[in-house]
């Protein structure tokens, strides 16, 4: 399992993006599927002291979508990542700047799709990166 982390602060509040790829496929069965999660977490300490606050998911992906040439299947791929990510975020409530600031680190990893990614189940055509 792999991971990064990329530090963010609100509120005086030091707080974590932590990068997991996860095999989909631990068995070892056929080829594996690497799942790339992203979590917001707190690192300050909790009481007890021993304690962290558990760490939240915002969204997951497989890398393969993200590495695809065809484009309309990646788009709505990372379309349907950002609905997540967009639906924790609301129910976090978070000052719009450090919901940004949120958003803009998520995208340096999985980019938002262009405003029609959702009409990929409609034209079914597979369109390839020129």
């Given amino acids: 399992m792999w991971s990064s982390k990329t ?3 609100h ?3 030091p707080m ?6 996860k095999d989909l496929n631990p068995a070892g069965r056929g080829k594996k599927h690497l799942c790339l999660i992203v979590f917001l977490e707190q ?4 009481t007890p002291p021993s304690r962290k ?11 393969r979508y993200l590495k695809t040439n065809v484009y309309t299947v990646r788009y709505f791929m990372q379309g349907l990542f950002w609905v997540k990510v967009e639906k924790k ?3 976090l409530n978070l000052e719009p700047a450090y919901r940004n600031d949120i958003e803009r680190k998520v995208s340096q990893k999985v980019a ?14 597979p369109r390839f990166d020129p």
């Fill in 7 to 9: 530090h963010l602060e």
């Fill in 11 to 13: 509120a005086g509040e």
């Fill in 16 to 21: 974590n993006l932590r990068w997991v790829k």
């Fill in 43 to 46: 690192t300050r300490h909790l």
């Fill in 53 to 63: 606050a558990a760490p939240i998911q915002l969204g997951a992906i497989e890398e």
């Fill in 89 to 91: 975020l609301d129910q």
């Fill in 112 to 125: 938002r799709p262009p405003v029609d990614w959702a009409l990929w189940g409609i034209t079914c055509v």
